[in-house]
């Protein structure tokens, strides 16, 4: 099975930085599911936003999200965290199994499925605390005793997304202080040191100046294999870039829906549906 | 090169003359402060000069027609009642806050924030009328003679709670939304959202308003007078009736004359400056949250 279109992007993007023991794994993805999607609609106040979506995303695989706005891709993502708990009138219908759990299932703790499914939103969103507290509290929130676990587990977490080096030595400042670049950065290692298996992204480089972009770009490139990632995108390049899987999602009868899922490549190069080739090709969208 | 003469500042353009006038306003607000300030200061000095600042804190006893002007007993019950109105109006406050915005029910939420101005806006001297007829009689019961430094603390208390409230509903609302998203994808719970993330963010709006309800209760005249009993000696105790230095001006302005008199601007001004210098720490408080 062919993989992203650009597998050796991983070992450019782990130059540019420090990899963490955290992220010590498996480099490639395997096409095996760990997020089974069946029969999704969402609505929000009786209005449609998403209906019938299967979709399985694969473990260690980077999968992105394309589609024009409005389409329900954010709707998408943050329906497999659950975050859609949290907006009044929204309703989901249909099954979503992490691991193998249906995760509106009665037993399933929130709490912990958001520890596995890590999420990192297209704004910034550091607490206005300082950097070490930012990644501190999480971990104690989730019964982390050891100080000596914590601090190891920032430290990795830091390292992972290339920020140590830069604030290992003004770790007690405000995390407001960081540049927007650092904070995004900052928002994935305090998504990492919870160390999920699933990190959810809803255009994490869209709000970020060019440079800082590409430096963010590069690490998600260096968590395929070791995090199954999910990411909203706007910006196909990109998506092809970092991304092994594509699922693509239009508006369609007024709700959003998934029209064509497929490896990276072949979505981009030879799409299976009409309106994914206008939309790669740029012709609609 | 900026110029810096009056009329580059309002330029002769409908802005311009909206500018001019919020800034006369602003100015005449500001100039009239001083002006106030300057007359209480101007009507002090008599008994600055004469009797001197020492003597009105070395002095034991406040008997202004014979030669002894201690503030200290009324300075000390003024900051007595503040201290205890804030001990239990900033805890209730705060949680007042938090329950509106947090835990009410939606119906709630309205009818409760009216509940809240209401009692903002409702008359000290109201509040002094049902503390000398219900509160003050309940705790005669207790200890008499009932008018006493704990019921100034108790109506003073529920008079600044709509304060120390407000201000951290204010606060509390400027947590950005974001904070709250970033706190439940990482599987915070809501207290723990609330405890480690969204109050320490609003932690110095918040610290304003207590500070500024501090300053509220320091000045209040009306319901002090009313109910604390009005007898100048230290507050050694809950029970005792004491006399804060609102009412001792309230009282006998109206018959004061020579060094007496002035010595009751005297503690005016003291006020004033306490006042003046609660204000600016709960103002700093907030400029520096908004840094």
Redo the contacts between chains.
């Keep these: 099975m062919t993989l992203g279109p650009k597998d050796e992007a991983a070992g450019e993007g782990a130059a540019g930085y420090t990899v963490g023991p955290m992220l010590a794994g498996p480099e490639c993805c395997t096409p095996e599911p760990v997020i089974g999607v069946r029969g999704l609609a969402v609505s929000y106040a009786g209005v449609p936003a998403l209906k019938h979506v299967d979709l399985d995303i694969y473990k260690g695989c980077v999968t992105a999200l394309i589609g024009p706005s409005g389409c329900g891709k954010s709707t998408f993502l943050s329906s497999l ?1 659950r ?1 859609t708990d ?1 907006v009044a009138g929204c309703r989901v219908a249909g099954r979503i199994e992490v691991d193998g759990v249906d995760i509106h299932g009665p037993d399933v703790d ?6 596995k499914v ?2 990192i ?1 297209q ?1 910034p ?5 300082s950097i070490h507290r930012n990644l501190d ?2 971990l104690r ?2 019964g982390v005793r050891s100080r000596d676990e914590r601090e190891s587990r920032i430290r990795a977490a830091l390292s992972d997304v290339g920020l140590w080096e830069e604030v290992a030595d003004r770790l007690d400042e405000p995390a407001l202080s960081l540049s927007g670049g650092q904070q995004q950065r900052l ?1 994935i290692a ?2 990492l040191v ?1 160390q999920p298996s699933i990190l959810l992204m809803d255009e994490p480089c869209s709000a970020l100046d060019p440079l800082s972009a590409e430096t963010v770009e590069k690490m998600i490139v260096g968590l395929r294999g070791r995090y199954t990632v999910v990411v909203v995108t706007h910006n196909l390049a990109q998506a092809r870039r970092i991304a092994n899987f594509a699922a693509f999602f239009w508006v369609r009868d007024r709700a959003g829906a998934l029209i064509e899922f497929d490896t990276c490549q072949r979505l981009f190069e030879a799409p299976a549906h009409d309106l994914t080739a206008a939309y790669v090709t740029g012709r609609s969208g | 090169m900026t110029s810096l003469r009056i009329s580059s500042l309002f330029p002769r353009t409908p802005d311009g003359y909206i500018a001019f006038g919020l800034g006369a306003a602003a100015c005449l607000a500001s100039g009239i402060l001083l002006l106030i300030l300057i007359f209480v200061f101007g009507e002090a000095w008599p008994a600055l000069r004469t009797i001197g600042v020492v003597r009105f804190l070395s002095d034991g006893a406040w008997y202004p027609t014979d030669g002894a002007f201690g503030l200290v007993p009324m300075l000390a019950a003024s900051f007595a009642l503040a201290a205890g109105a804030l001990t239990i109006a900033a805890p209730v406050g705060v949680a007042v806050a938090i329950f509106r915005l947090h835990y009410a029910p939606g119906w709630m939420k309205a009818p409760y924030r009216g509940l809240v101005l209401l009692l903002a806006g409702t008359p000290s001297v109201v509040l002094g009328l049902w503390g000398l007829m219900v509160l003050v009689p309940l705790i005669a019961r207790i200890e008499p003679p009932g008018a006493s430094l704990i019921a100034g603390i108790l109506v003073l208390a529920l008079m600044i709670v709509p304060t120390v409230a407000i201000a951290s509903e204010a606060a509390l609302e400027s947590v950005p939304r974001s904070c709250w998203s970033a706190a439940n994808a990482l599987g915070l719970g809501r207290e723990a959202a609330l405890l480690n993330v969204v109050l320490p963010a609003a932690r110095e709006g918040i610290a304003g308003g207590i500070l500024l309800a501090g300053a509220r209760a320091l000045g209040e005249t009306m319901v002090v007078l009313m109910i604390t009993g009005n007898i100048v000696q230290m507050p050694d105790g809950l029970f005792t009736p004491v006399r804060a230095l609102t009412s001792n001006i309230a009282l006998e302005m109206a018959y004061a004359t020579g060094d007496h008199r002035a010595s009751l601007f005297v503690s005016g001004l003291a006020l004033t400056l306490l006042v003046f210098l609660l204000s600016f720490a709960a103002g700093t408080g907030r400029r520096r949250r908004h840094a």
Excluded: D, I, S
């Excluded at chain 1, 969103?125 to 605390?129: A, Q, R």
């Design positions: 965290n975050l949290l929130v709490q912990a499925l958001r520890r890590g999420m939103f704004k969103n550091p607490f206005p605390l509290m999480p929130e989730h928002c305090r998504a919870l």
